[in-house]
């Protein structure tokens, strides 16, 4: 009775623990793969990120603000010029180029023309303009360049040669007959050049471009 007993304890017990030793075993397997991926997740979560690009703004010149004066004088038909009106105040920019004012007309009728006085300082003007109206437009500011000027030198040459893009291929050299050159607004968009002749001297090329 007792073996029997005992065998049957050995058994449930042997069944039981090769039941713990799968679930081991399959748990373990579980819980590795499971750790290994956390791992991985936690490491590609580490990884540095790139620095996101700023946010692109419109770059603006800050305009230089000044104060303009303007005065009127009239001239008569004797050739005598009058005071100095009041003066006008404007408070202008670098982007402004020119100001228009106007003004009545004195009492008398002999009046052969006016001057449009500006200057940067009451009383002190360093621009006018005539005119036979009481209404005249004075520059304040240069005009803005509108004319590409390409000026092209040449030193110990007696000639210049030049090619020119047309599309993505270039044309053949040819002779420009003179060892200067300069073109207003070219209508080429690409040009090369080259300075030909004295086999000995050594040749320069200078290319430059101004906005007139």
Not at 160 to 171: C, H, K, S
């Amino acid at each position: 009775m007792r073996t029997k007993l005992f065998w049957l304890i050995w058994l449930v017990a042997g069944i039981v623990g090769m039941c713990l030793l799968a679930h081991v075993k399959v748990h373990g397997a579980t819980q590795g793969d499971g750790a290994r991926l956390l791992v991985r997740w936690v490491k590609a979560s580490q990884l540095p990120t790139p620095s996101l690009p700023p946010v692109p703004t419109a770059v603006r010149a800050v305009p230089v603000v000044r104060e303009e004066h303007f005065a009127a004088t009239a001239t008569g038909t004797n050739g005598l010029e009058s005071d100095y009106s009041k003066e006008a105040v404007l408070t202008v920019s670098n982007r402004i180029q020119t100001v228009t004012c106007a003004w009545d007309a004195p009492e008398s009728n002999a009046i052969a023309y006016y001057t449009l006085y500006q200057g940067t300082a009451a009383g002190c003007y360093t621009n006018s303009v005539k005119t036979p109206t009481t209404q005249a437009t004075i520059q304040v500011n240069p005009p803005v360049p509108s004319n590409l000027v390409v000026t092209v030198t040449s030193t110990g040459c007696t000639n210049l040669q030049y090619r020119q893009a047309v599309g993505a291929t270039w044309t053949g050299w040819a002779l420009l007959g003179r060892t200067n050159l300069e073109v207003t607004n070219p209508i080429y968009t690409a040009r090369e050049w080259r300075g030909v002749g004295r086999p000995a001297a050594v040749k320069r090329v200078a290319i430059t471009e101004d906005w007139q």
